[in-house]
C-alpha cells in the first residue's frame, strides 16, 4: 500500500459494490489505466470553469463589484474546443447568477479536520477538491461547480457532500452547496459538529475494514466496465479481459461509471484539503 491511501467520494460506492476495486483504487496498486480521453476535456472544462469562479471571486471582492460582472466578461480558455467553449459561456452566466445572489466573501480552503487514520495495514485520509470556499452570513460555504444536479436524492447522502463536510468541518457549522452552473440553480445542505461525527463513526470503520482485508472480495457487476484494476481480477476471466465490457453487460445495465483513478469528471490540480490535490469540480 502507497504510504497514504487517498479516498476520494467517487471511491466511496466501490465500498459497497467491490471491494477488491475499492482497495486498489484508494491505494493505486495494480491498476491498469486512467480517466479516459473523454474524462481528460471534461477535467480541462471544467478547471476552466472553476478557476475562473475562483479568480472572479476574488477580483469582485477586490472591487468591490458583483462576481457576475467579472464572470461575464471571461473568456473561455483558447485550448477549449468550439462546443466546450459555448458550455464555459453557459457556465460563467450561470454561475454568475448563484454567486450574485449568494453573496458571500472568499476565504481559503478550511484546515483539514479529519486528519489522517490508520488501520493494520496502513493509513488513509478523505481527500476531497474545494472548488469555491465563501463566508456567507458568518457560516462557512463550500461550493461544488456542477454541470448537473447532485444525482443523490438528498444532498447529504452524497459522498461528496459527506466527505466535504468531514474535511472541513471541524467543530464550527458547515455549508455544503450544489451548483448546477448550467441551471443556475443551487442545492444546499447544513451540517453540524454532531452529524458529522456520527458520519465519520460510521465510515471510518468501514474504510478500515475494507483495506485490513487480505484479499478484498472481487464483486463483478456493471462496474466493471470501468474498472482500472481489472488485470488479474479472479472474478473475470480471460475472455473478459479480451473484451473488457462483456461482463459489464452481462451484469446488468450500463453504468456511465468513471474509471477508479478519476476523481471525478472535473478539474485536474486544484485546492483541496485531506491531503492531496484532485479533480475538481463539474462532476456532478
Ligand atoms: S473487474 Fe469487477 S470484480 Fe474485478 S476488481 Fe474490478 S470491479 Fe471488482
Given amino acids: 500500500m502507497d504510504d497514504v491511501a487517498r479516498v476520494r467520494p467517487s471511491d466511496l460506492p466501490q465500498l459497497d459494490r467491490c471491494r477488491r476495486r475499492f482497495v486498489r483504487t484508494v491505494t493505486g496498486s495494480g491498476l491498469t489505466h486512467g480517466p479516459s480521453t473523454h474524462s481528460r476535456r471534461r477535467f480541462a472544462l471544467a478547471n476552466a470553469v472553476v478557476d475562473a469562479a475562483r479568480r472572479a471571486h476574488a477580483q469582485a471582492e477586490s ?11 471571461t473568456a473561455p480558455p483558447r485550448d477549449l474546443e468550439a462546443e466546450e467553449r459555448a458550455v464555459f459561456d453557459d457556465a460563467m452566466a450561470g454561475y454568475g447568477d448563484v454567486a450574485d445572489a449568494r453573496g458571500g466573501r472568499p476565504v481559503d480552503p478550511a ?10 495495514s496502513g493509513r488513509f485520509k478523505l481527500s476531497v477538491t474545494i472548488d469555491v470556499a465563501l463566508v456567507v452570513d458568518g457560516i462557512t460555504e463550500v461550493r461544488r461547480l ?20 468531514l474535511v472541513c468541518g471541524g467543530t464550527e457549522p458547515l455549508r455544503y452547496v450544489h451548483v448546477d452552473v448550467l441551471r443556475a440553480s443551487a442545492s444546499v445542505v447544513d451540517t453540524d459538529a454532531e452529524e458529522r461525527r456520527r458520519w465519520g463513526d460510521e465510515l471510518g470503520p468501514r474504510i478500515i475494514s475494507a483495506l485490513d482485508e487480505p484479499e478484498p472480495a472481487a464483486t463483478p457487476g456493471p462496474w466493471c466496465s470501468s474498472c482500472p484494476a481489472v488485470r488479474g481480477c479472479p472474478a473475470i476471466g480471460a475472455s473478459d479481459l479480451a473484451s473488457p465490457l462483456s461482463s459489464a ?12 483513478t478519476d476523481e471525478a469528471p472535473g478539474a485536474s490540480e486544484s485546492p483541496t484539503t485531506g491531503g492531496s490535490r484532485g479533480a475538481a469540480g463539474m462532476g456532478g
Avoid: N, Q, Y
Fill in 111 to 120: 484546515p483539514d479536520a479529519f486528519p489522517a487514520r490508520t488501520s493494520r
Fill in 249 to 260: 453487460e452481462r451484469g446488468g445495465p450500463g453504468t456511465g461509471e468513471r474509471p477508479g
Fill in 146 to 165: 456542477a454541470f448537473g444536479p447532485s444525482p443523490h436524492g438528498r444532498l447529504a447522502d452524497d459522498p461528496r457532500a459527506r466527505l466535504t463536510a
Fill in 63 to 73: 472591487e468591490g463589484v458583483a462576481p457576475s460582472e467579472i464572470l461575464d466578461d
